[in-house]
């Protein structure tokens, strides 16, 4: 599979695509992947068996996801989506990909990303979604309401891409929802150092996960709707 076929920058232009700067940078797109590559993606998507976010290993993935890694990990790619939140050059910075399958009730907290991310983007994978909001990105113009939120929420349907510019404002993040939730999302960060520490910090909580996965199941299980934490 070819991964221009795969993510295409032309597709950012479509119609319902929605870009803002206020009050901070994002943009949030439709339909960014071919209805015939879902077979494969599926096929090939990793079968973590803990919840949360993992550093991206190839020999966890095949050859679709590899493929559509490399795509939305471009230079091209990063540009194109970089000059529409006005960042000049986003390709040159380091990238950091992290994969989930799973998620329990204490992810989506409201949170900023930390002052190491220049932008981060998140590309959804789910085939189908339930008709309740939970689990649905929401952007939020603070960090103590879910409710406050300045665009429509994102289902985490297959071809459903988002990304802004990490900023002290913001905010973002989901009811608590406990299941199968597919996403690749890509940090481009400040430096390497920080992607190594970043992939450090990552493999040494997936390590944890695996000895104490109930813990980390019940653990924030019945956390407020509104909560947050601070990175």
């Not at 920080?194 to 909580?205: I, P």
């Amino acid at each position: 599979m070819h991964a221009a076929v795969l993510l295409d920058p032309a597709r950012l232009d479509r119609p319902d695509t929605l870009v803002r700067n206020d009050p901070f940078p994002f943009l949030i797109a439709h339909g960014q992947l071919p209805g015939e590559a879902r077979a494969e993606l599926d096929r090939d998507f990793p079968k973590y068996s803990g919840a949360g976010f993992f550093p991206y290993d190839e020999k966890e993935c095949g050859p679709a996801v590899h493929a559509l890694v490399d795509a939305v990990t471009s230079s091209a790619f990063a540009n194109a989506v970089g000059a529409k939140l006005g960042i000049d050059n986003l390709g040159q910075y380091p990238t950091l990909v992290t994969i989930c399958r799973h998620l329990n009730k204490r992810h989506g907290t409201i949170h900023t990303d930390s002052k190491s991310k220049v932008a981060t983007a998140l590309l959804y994978l789910n085939p189908s979604w339930h008709d309740t909001s939970d689990g649905c990105l929401r952007f939020l113009s603070r960090i103590d309401d879910i409710d406050a939120a300045i665009a429509p929420e994102v289902k985490p349907l297959y071809g459903e891409f988002v990304i802004f510019k990490r900023a002290d404002n913001s905010f973002h993040g989901h009811l608590p929802y406990e299941g199968e939730r597919r996403v690749i999302q890509v940090a481009w960060l400040t430096s390497e150092e920080e992607k190594q520490r970043k992939t450090q910090r990552g493999l040494a909580t997936r390590f944890f996960k695996k000895i104490a996965g109930g813990l980390d199941k019940r653990f924030g299980a019945g956390r407020d709707r509104s909560a947050a934490h601070r990175d």
